[in-house]
């Protein structure tokens, strides 16, 4: 009796424990998640598909990410950023840099997919592994008035992540996020 | 961390190194374009790529530090190594020399890199094989980029065909060295790493020889190789650029940003 009470009392505590594991474990992810990209402020990390996970691990905030090109300079900033909006939420942070698998422009969501082009860039063509879609021999719609008779003018834009287009239709000059 | 259990340390630390330095060092000879170039979008394209190049470099050589075990970081190894411990190939660093010679070192390179990023994508170190898979789509636009300048300069004027000619001559002897094989390079394709460079020459002579033919330029002779980067041997130009590279770190010892 007085053992099954202990038994049942203790199930109920390491529910309660698990639970309030899960639900921190959910409020250190959303506070990481809504981290911007320093330099396209307008996409999240968890937009950008970098945010692999965020797990309390033995009281600390474990954010795992991955970086995206080879040679963003970005990555410390985003890593930085992160681990300071979890310590604002009141986590003891961690990062942990992941590079496998490797990132791809695949996993930007379609929402990021969606705030790049409202932001005036044009969003990367899918199935980054093909060769036609990276060696650019793909149609990018102007993110402006949505025609295709687009040329490219540069291979290398402003960032690592962009090249340089310019809309024939609406003569608007205009940045192709690259695929990776 | 997943190293390949078959190697030892000492001589994936080598092969690490070998990577990272040949990438290091191309990538601080494109950056010496900075500011220099010849049209606003080239001077946006070699940083770029000088960028890829030395963040390329910078998670081989972390992971070099984390293989090797001795606390040494990329810093150390990119700024406080003597000339003899760079282990890069003789091409990269090679001068910039004119706008033919930067393109066409950079064409070679990449058209060498590219089949091999894609071997080591598939190789049995989870790590390197997660840099490579980024690496393989990054030096497949620097082959396009550096290919397009190849054919153009090369089917341009006869003043750019002059010197695109002159740089295939100057640069034809260090192309050799890129597939040298060694004890390491054995040892690496033993445990599945990284094939022997030498299996990736097909694909290579492939590129070159389409890039090459649309650019009406004529495959180099064969020459008596250049050799000894492999092992810390160097030509008069690598002197130079360590004294740049490295004049921050030597000047203010464990300066940081």
Known sequence: MVSGLHTRGQDRRDSNVRRDGRALSRRAYAAAASVPDPEIPVLTVADLGILRSVEIEDGVAVARLTPTYSGCPATLAIELAVEAALREAGFEPRIERVLSPAWTTDWITEGGRAKLAAYGIAPPQRASNSVRALFGEVQVACPKCGSGETERISEFGSTPCKALYRCTACREPFDYFKCL | ?257
């Not at chain 2, 695109?164 to 040298?180: D, I, K, N, S, T």
């Open chain 2, 1 to 257: 961390m997943a190293v390949a259990a078959e190697i030892d340390r000492a001589t994936l630390t080598t092969f690490l190194l070998r990577l990272a330095d040949d990438h290091l060092i191309l990538g601080h000879r494109l950056s010496e374009w900075c500011g220099h170039a010849p049209l606003l979008e080239e001077d946006l394209a070699m940083p770029n790529m000088a960028l890829d190049l030395i963040g390329q470099a910078r998670a081989l050589y972390q992971y070099a530090g984390e293989v090797e075990g001795r606390g040494r970081g990329e810093d150390d190894f990119a700024y406080l190594r003597r000339e003899r411990e760079y282990l890069n190939c003789l091409m990269v660093e090679r001068p910039n020399g004119d706008f033919a010679h930067t393109m066409l070192r950079q064409f070679w390179f990449a058209a060498f890199m590219h089949p091999w990023w894609e071997a080591i994508a598939k190789g049995s170190d989870a790590t390197l094989a997660a840099i490579a898979e980024k690496a393989v789509k990054e030096s497949a636009y620097h082959i396009r980029h550096a290919g397009e300048w190849v054919i153009r300069l090369g089917d341009g004027t006869e003043e750019s065909a002059r010197r695109m000619a002159g740089a295939v001559e100057a640069l034809a002897p260090y192309v050799g060295e890129l597939f040298e094989s060694d004890a390491v390079t054995l040892a690496i394709a033993e445990a599945g790493i990284a094939p022997e460079p030498m299996t990736v020459r097909s694909a290579f002579d492939r590129t070159v020889a389409q890039v090459f033919s649309e650019a009406m330029l004529e495959l180099p002779e064969p020459t008596w190789p250049q050799g000894g980067g492999r092992a810390g041997r160097h030509t008069e130009a690598m002197g130079y650029l360590l004294a740049e590279l490295q004049h921050m770190q030597r000047t203010y010892p464990g300066a940081v940003w």
